[in-house]
């Protein structure tokens, strides 16, 4: 059996939120990597993925559950696990090759082997001649070679990458992540496991012999998809495009609902709203609706037309969806009878349309406009909103998501909003109607 590097069995880890209530990020999480592997981790943004990460590099404790490298449990940083992170994480006072080195320092290995082994590594990284460099003189692609050449030169046995790849340019963040699995392929680096984060699913299907999906609120391992074709994976292939097809799929797919815990008759408003706004959600639509998709679409071809990221497509699918305008179904997506007649309709029969679906299945919004509608003032402020929703969202999540409906309310004139006194009111015909009855 291959032996495990790192193990994770029933770990969990809750943060406190602003006004001070915990929040639990990751719940019963069980993860391995084991050698030979490249696993990928996919999940929305905030579904505690980075936390997960730290948690096995050994720069969080978890709150609970077991976690080990090597069977050994994990109480600080690990020797043997390098991190990549994003945001290249380079000092900007040190040179290409004092940021190289810095690791090697760490581990008290001498000045002479040190700078030896920094060449090498910039060698290999593509970066050789830029060891004197300062990091803001390089380019991004160029920056991220060093945050690698710094991981790398440790001779990590485990490599754990944080979105490595999306701070970058396509091209460029496809380039970087060839070169890495040439080394690992052609097995020019002793590294035995690698685990990248990402949000890009292509770029999951491109590398990973595995991919992990977690799921948000709390983060739990949803699903899991092996990749049993050989690197290098050509992107344009019916095979990896099938794939692809397969991961937006598990990705696209709610999760089964909770547990009823209250009472089917009180309305749930905690839901948290999808982070996208109208004219996207219009946007996504007509491109749905027009040639050559007519109406349905394989999700990573309209991704390819929409030429927006996924991280702005998902929450813009999950209103389309939420709103009753599509469905997304196994990798594809296809406009509702109601999404063809809104692709058809005049702008105001859209308002009309988004307004009467937002009531209909957006409990918040239906919330705000009865309690409204019972106002004899005829305007409520925002905070009795935001206390029912951090009920169950923190403080953060809670704002994002009372905007996105008075954004979606505004438009679909179920609700106005007054910018300068911050309170919510009916739209001015109705709040006439509403004061003569
Ligand atoms: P991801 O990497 O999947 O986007 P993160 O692991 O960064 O998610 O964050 C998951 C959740 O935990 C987020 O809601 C974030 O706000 C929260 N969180 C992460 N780190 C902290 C922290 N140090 N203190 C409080 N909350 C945190
Ligand atoms: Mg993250």
């Known amino acids: 059996m291959k032996e495990l590097l ?21 719940e019963g999480v069980n993860f391995s990597l084991g050698e030979g592997e490249i696993v990928a981790l996919l999940g929305k943004s905030g579904s505690g993925k980075s936390t997960l990460l730290r948690i096995m590099a050994g720069l969080v ?24 992170f994003q945001s290249f994480a380079l000092f900007p006072w040190l040179t290409v090759q004092q940021n190289v080195e810095l690791g090697l320092e760490a581990q008290g290995v001498a000045p002479a082997v040190r700078q030896e082994r920094a060449d090498a590594m910039l060698e290999l990284m593509g970066l050789a001649g830029f060891g004197g460099a300062l990091p803001r003189e390089l380019s991004g692609g160029m920056r991220q070679r060093v945050g690698i050449a710094r991981a790398l030169v440790t001779n990590p046995d485990v490599l754990l990458m944080d979105e490595a790849f999306s701070a970058l340019d396509v091209l460029t963040g496809e380039t970087l992540r060839t070169d890495i699995l040439e080394l690992w392929d052609s097995a020019s680096i002793p590294t035995k496991g690698i685990l990248v984060v990402s949000h890009n699913i292509e770029e999951a299907v491109m590398m990973a012999d595995r991919i992990v999906i977690l799921s948000s609120d709390p983060g739990r391992i949803r699903s899991e998809y092996v ?6 994976r050509d992107a344009d292939s ?7 097809d397969e991961v937006y799929g598990l990705m696209t797919m709610r999760p089964a609902p909770a547990p009823a815990t209250t009472a089917a ?13 109208v004219n996207r959600i219009e946007a996504v639509l007509d491109l749905l609706a027009q040639a050559p998709f007519n ?9 390819d037309e929409a030429e927006l ?24 997506i296809s406009l509702t009878p109601l999404g063809y007649r809104y692709a058809e309709a005049s702008h105001t029969l859209r308002q009309e349309f988004f307004g009467q679906q937002l009531l209909m299945h957006v409990p918040l919004a239906a919330l705000i406009r009865k309690d409204l509608e019972a106002e004899l003032s005829g305007t409520l402020g925002e905070e009795p909103f935001l206390s029912v929703l951090k009920e169950s969202l923190d ?3 809670a704002k994002r998501t009372l905007e996105i409906a008075i954004e979606w309310g505004r438009y679909g004139e179920v609700y106005e909003y007054d910018f300068n006194a911050g309170v919510l009111k009916l739209p001015d015909e109705e709040a006439k109607q509403n004061a003569q009855t």
């Open 238 to 244: 019916p095979q990896v495009r099938a794939m692809i």
């Open 395 to 397: 403080a953060e999540q």
């Open 265 to 277: 008759a009180a309305p749930v408003v905690d839901y948290r709203l999808p982070e996208t706004d």
């Open 61 to 84: 404790p978890a709150d609970g559950g077991t976690f080990t490298y090597r069977k050994k449990p994990i109480h600080g940083p690990v020797e043997g696990v390098a991190m990549v």
């Open 6 to 26: 790192l193990d994770l069995r029933g770990v969990s880890k809750s943060f406190r939120t602003a006004d001070g209530a915990p929040r639990m990020v990751l």
């Open 295 to 303: 109406g349905r679409a394989d999700l990573p071809q309209l991704a």
């Open 309 to 332: 990221p996924d991280e702005e497509l998902f929450p813009t699918y999950e209103a389309l969806g939420l709103l009753g305008l599509a469905h997304v179904e196994k990798g594809d």
């Open 227 to 232: 990749i049993d074709v050989p690197r290098p």
